[in-house]
């Protein structure tokens, strides 16, 4: 997936995600892969979530 999101980005396609949920209980097992994240995050334009909580959690 990675590979996807970074070819997409190179080629100046706009990646949004819509519908972002990450749940605290989610938060807390996908920190000890957060270098991972961080990476696929750089390749996301636009995060959309309907929570502020989740927004909050996913920009951390």
């Known amino acids: 997936m990675a590979n996807t999101l970074a070819t997409v980005h190179q080629r100046g396609i706009p990646v949004i995600v819509m519908n972002a949920r990450l749940s605290a209980r989610s938060a807390a097992?996908?920190?000890?892969?957060?270098?991972f994240f961080k990476l696929i995050a750089q390749h996301v334009d636009h995060l959309l979530c309907l929570h502020q909580d989740d927004a909050h959690r996913l920009s951390n």
């Open 29 to 35: 097992r996908y920190a000890r892969f957060q270098p």
